[in-house]
């Protein structure tokens, strides 16, 4: 059996699909593109997907990921382009690699976000952003299913600052846009929850709602503050083995 790891988008009006959503058009793209997909036991099988992390509904991203299980090899470079070609646009396939290690879930420790801010000055947000950055203690509150919870949303944020660029929704109209790296703790901090602590330390209420999208999502770097590619350890894996066999091979004509 193998393993593939792939990443794809959630880009444009796609950010508004929910998982199950994805779930469904992602089992399609996979019969479209007849994938030898292995399928668990029982009386009702299903194909051997595993999901991991996903962004919430609404939120567009850059860096999903799952991993599927095959019955027949395939070159994990031609199988991306065939679920790419079998998805709506926007959905897209970006990385493939065979799965050579374990634990990608583990991997998966923090999160890079953007945030667009359409009609809030970026001088305000810059001074929202020192206070927070300052403080020590950010509480908010989330609705649950077990009802209103406070939590401290200052521990999990690992870098928080301006930027001038967007990677969605590109406009001509001035806006605030937000960088941050959120660590993966329980309970989760959102994004959502990160805008509630900027309200909570400097009064700063975007008019309308963010456009959020997750850049990146990965191991987080602690000296740095980076988030790495989850995918690097199978991808070099793959590039020492495929080294390896050519000199092997050399060896064994000489």
């Given amino acids: 059996m193998q393993r593939i790891r792939l990443r794809y988008t959630k880009r444009g009006r796609l950010r508004f699909t929910s998982h ?10 996979l019969r479209r593109a007849e994938v030898p997909m292995a399928y668990s036991a029982g009386f009702t099988p299903h194909p051997k997907v595993s999901y991991a992390n996903a962004a919430p509904t609404g939120t567009g991203s850059e860096a999903e990921y799952l991993e599927i299980a095959l019955t027949k090899a395939r070159d994990p470079e031609k199988l991306r382009l065939l679920l790419d070609e079998s998805l709506p646009t926007g959905l897209d396939v970006i990385d493939a690699v065979e799965v050579r290690t374990s634990g990608l879930a583990d991997r998966l420790t923090a999160s ?15 001074r929202a952003v020192a ?5 020590e203690v950010v509480e908010v509150q989330r609705t649950t299913k077990n009802g209103l919870r406070t939590f401290d949303a200052r521990p999990a944020v690992v870098r928080l600052e301006t930027h001038s660029e967007s990677a969605d929704r590109p406009s001509d109209q001035p806006c605030a846009i937000l960088r941050l790296v959120v660590r993966h703790v329980t309970p989760a901090v959102r ?26 999502q990965g191991l987080l770097d602690e000296e740095t503050g980076t988030v790495t590619d989850p995918l690097a350890p199978d991808r070099e894996v793959v590039e020492a083995l495929s080294t390896a066999e050519p000199t092997a091979t050399a060896k064994a004509s000489a």
């Fill in 131 to 135: 206070a927070f950055n300052a403080a």
């Fill in 112 to 126: 890079v976000w953007e945030l667009r801010l359409d009609g809030v000055d970026p001088a305000e947000l810059g």
């Fill in 191 to 216: 994004p959502d929850d990160v805008l509630s602590g900027l309200r909570a330390v400097a009064d700063l209420a975007p008019p309308v709602p963010a456009a959020v999208t997750r850049l990146a």
């Fill in 20 to 29: 199950r959503d994805f779930q469904r058009a992602f089992e399609r793209a």
